[in-house]
T-cell receptor, first 112, second 113 residues
């Protein structure tokens, strides 16, 4: 039982490049989330999904897109990376909004 | 809208001393409250949670927290700090009425020998 996994663990992009971060969970959770973590700002929600085929915007969605084609996977895309997107990205999943969230190990992204 | 404040971005305690990390929330409806711990270069792990029922909640690694509605607080305590407790701690709140988790800014705990 791997829980929540994220790939890649590290990535360096140049401004304007694109990439996709993959999150996978094996707990059959309905809800999945993408956060970014920046020093002194806690975790900020980028996008989330309440079930397969659904996505919704969170607190800081600009510059990101997501897809949830399969229940166990939640993809986060950056179409044209900017230095402001340098951050650590965490994926999480849960049974429901009021249940605890389980987090992946994170992806450290640097945009130069 | 909900919000979470954590007093003190950095707290230092001596090994064996009491740990007290403060969390205050704002919510117009009954909240669900959580404490998470993050060790360096890792994801967040759940320490404990309050949903309903007993207001004193016990978690892993000897931590506990008490929900005080009148004070809108959910402070995290541990009677005796251990070096392995050095980490960042996040308080989070939700109420489930279409509201996702709101995380506090975090408190970094240092444990001095």
């Amino acid at each position: 039982n791997a829980g929540v996994t994220q790939t890649p663990k590290f990535r360096v992009l140049k401004t304007g490049q694109s990439m996709t971060l993959l999150c996978a969970q094996d707990m059959n959770h309905e809800y999945m989330y993408w956060y970014r973590q920046d020093p002194g700002m806690g975790l900020r929600l980028i996008h989330y999904s309440v079930g397969e085929g659904t996505t919704a915007k969170g607190e800081v969605p600009d510059g990101y897109n997501v897809s949830r084609l399969k229940k166990q996977n939640f993809l986060l895309g950056l179409e044209s990376a900017a230095p402001s997107q340098t951050s650590v990205y965490f994926c999480a999943s849960s049974w429901h909004r009021v249940y605890e969230q389980y987090f992946g190990p994170g992806t450290r992204l640097t945009v130069t | 809208a909900q919000s979470v404040t954590q007093l003190g971005s950095h707290v230092s305690v001596s090994e064996g001393a009491l740990v007290l990390l403060r969390c205050n929330y704002s919510s117009s409806v009954p909240p669900y409250l959580f404490w998470y711990v993050q060790y360096p270069n890792q994801g967040l792990q759940l320490l404990l949670k309050y949903t309903t029922g007993a207001t004193l909640v016990k978690g892993i690694n000897g931590f506990e927290a008490e929900f005080k509605k009148s004070e809108t607080s959910f402070h995290l305590t541990k009677p005796s700090a251990h070096m392995s407790d050095a980490a960042e701690y996040f308080c989070a709140v939700t109420h489930g009425y279409g509201q996702n988790f709101v995380f506090g800014p975090g408190t970094r705990l240092s444990v001095l020998p």
